[in-house]
């Protein structure tokens, strides 16, 4: 299994990014992925998560702002990310879980995108 993030970067508060996640070595879309961030000096923490049917769950901190989507043609994961915050500076990874339900574990990781928003 391999998950790789891009589309990182600097922005200044109110702007948007897209984050995707290439995904390889398992069968995409039949199983639930996620974002999670590290803001610095702190712990992991879940951003959003998706079925393989495409249901959806967000984190209260990013409800409205940011949106995860999955192209299953592509194997790739997406997450739109407007209105940036300054508390929305992190590394940001892509995870992919152990089946199908967002809410089952997670058991790879990608190796993260650092996401700054700075004026």
């Known amino acids: 299994v391999q998950l790789v993030e891009s589309g990182g970067g600097l922005a200044q508060p109110g702007e948007s990014l897209r984050l995707s996640c290439a995904a390889s070595?398992?069968?995409?879309?039949?199983?639930?992925l996620s974002w999670a961030r590290q803001p610095p000096g702190k712990e992991r923490e879940l951003v959003a998560r998706?079925?393989?049917?495409?249901?959806?769950n967000y984190a209260d901190s990013v409800k409205g702002r940011f949106t995860i989507s999955r192209d299953n043609a592509k194997n790739t994961l997406y997450l739109q990310m407007n209105n940036l915050k300054p508390e929305d500076t992190a590394m940001y990874y892509c995870a992919k879980r152990k089946g199908s339900f967002y809410y089952l574990s997670v058991d790879y990781w990608g190796q993260g995108t650092q996401v700054t928003v700075d004026s």
């Open positions: 998706i079925s393989s049917s495409g249901s959806t």
């Open positions: 070595g398992f069968t995409f879309s039949n199983y639930a």
